[in-house]
Each structure stands twice: as structure tokens, then as C-alpha cells.
């Protein structure tokens, strides 16, 4: 049984998320040229 998270650590998870995808795209870009 999951707890339900926290909601900070909830956005933290999220904007890891999006860093990492955002990081994802700069390199995948980077190697495209």
C-alpha cells in the first residue's frame, strides 16, 4: 500500500522530471548538429 506523498516532495519528483527531459533535449539537440 502506497502512502500518498507529500505535495512538496511530489513537485520536487515533478520538476526532476522535467529537468531531466529538458537536459535530455539540449544534449539530443547538442549531437543532432
Not at 1 to 13: G, I, L, S, W, Y
Amino acid at each position: 500500500m502506497n502512502a500518498p506523498k507529500p505535495r512538496a516532495a511530489r513537485a520536487t519528483e515533478k520538476r526532476a522530471t522535467k529537468e531531466a527531459r529538458g537536459f535530455e533535449r539540449a544534449a539530443g539537440a547538442r549531437e543532432a548538429r
